[in-house]
């Protein structure tokens, strides 16, 4: 522990023995957080009003990294909302009553909330479940899917089908 | 059948029982703390919650218990909100971060989720488990927002994941616990997935009228998402118009910071369609949610379901 944490601690132990959170300072008496200051933790800056980063205003580094990976996560977790969204049409599947879908960094994960079941599924499982959110029917869900996926190997469709299929069977997917 | 004198006479009931929990708290922190934890607004959560309670046939009683735990939720976010925001006003009246600063408000809230959590202990095993993880997606999509703040990257689906995190996560609980109360076959029409809807467009119902309610009728500062740089769905479907997004973008960086720039904002969101857009996008949720409540087991109530989101679209209060 640095010189300041250690006299921040010994500052907290002793206001919260004695019950005086006001510091003695060279002055008038100061709050604990800005004695703390003093003592080398520096009270974070108020952030300003407004939305930082618009009319060229500075991004605080640490947020704008975290911005970045926000980003990122938001894009991934959208289809969340697709699910109690999408209005049912003649030809189009829909995930089954109680059943959530969450895309995840390894593919996305089903849920059925009543069984508590959890179902985790690879990216080419998850781009099924995308496109069947977006309104594919088992028509064109092969061409959707080409429309967003390399098909590297060929068996795209075949995979696809095969997992369509065994989400039927579970009871995840239905007409 | 669940009229309107009933409604009323459940909300009356609902309103005592927020301020019975108001008077045992005050004996710990004063009346004046307690009485923003319990206080209510429209109570549409209540409303939401007693309808949709009638149509699956759940005891009256045991809607309203999920009707006061959704009011003490939501009151619960919107203390620490109006702390994120550094908001002066909630439905009128100062905020208590504005009164007595942000620590206070962030405790009050704290204590609001209690309450919301022993409301319901002992109503169905599975709806604390339930507000747990309800609360957790609220405030993910809460965080979610804050740090996209500025972000003019923000798509459609990315826009309604945010809302159905942080505004359909509470509805989502109402309708599941609902859902686990009803004694009759309802599972095609998916509670859950029902309250996530109508959370989403009682959401998007307030980002417009964020853009259109003078602060004396909405009760907060006009365009105040727009001045705290967050992009709602007029705002989305303006900048995803390439004849409206610069100088919507223009205006947007300046709300909150030059006056009359809020003004400015909701003239050209008008203008250029965006709030047609953002409306007609409503009317669509609004159908899809229908359709769910026509699968509900007692049809007379589900009507009233029905006509009650037609009044929340509609309303401009």
Redesign the interface.
Known sequence: MDEGLAGYGELVRRAWRTGKFLVKGPGRPTSLLKAAGTLGLQPRPRAG???????G?K?PEA?RS??GE??E???R????????????QEGTMKLA??V?FREEKFGAVLFE?RSEKVFTLNKTGAAVVRAILAGAGEADLVARLRERCEDKTGKLEAEALSFLKQLKKKGLVTE | MLTKTRVEESLERIRAGMEARSRRIAGRVGEQLAAYVSRPGKMLRSRFALHLGAGLGVELSKAETVARAMEFGHNASLLHDDCVD?AGLRRGLPTPNAVYGPSVALLLGDIAFTQALEEVLDLHPRAVERMVCTTREMAIGE??EE?????A???L??Y??????KT?ALF?WGA?VLSDLSPLEH????P???G??VG?VLQVVDDIHDFTLEGDISGKERAKDA????LTLPGVYAVADPASRAPFLAI??????EPGAADRLAELVERSGALAKARAKCR??V??IQ?LARRLPVQAEARELSSFLDVMLKREF
């Not at chain 1, 959208?78 to 049912?88: N, Q, R, T």
């Not at chain 2, 740090?147 to 972000?151: H, P, Q, Y």
Request: aromatic fraction near 4%.
């Open positions: 009003r407004g939305a930082p980063g618009r009319g205003e991004v947020r975290v911005r926000m980003e996560i938001v894009k977790e959208s289809a969340e909302a697709l699910g109690s969204l999408a209005v049912h009553p109680f959530k909330t | 550094e965080l979610q740090f996209l703040r500025g972000s990257d923000v798509s689906e990315a309604l994941g945010i809302v159905s995190r359909g989502e599941a599972a095609q029409a998916d859950p997935k029902l996530q809807a989403i001045a705290m740089g967050r947007w960086g300046a709300a909150g910071k669509a949720i159908r899809s359709a």
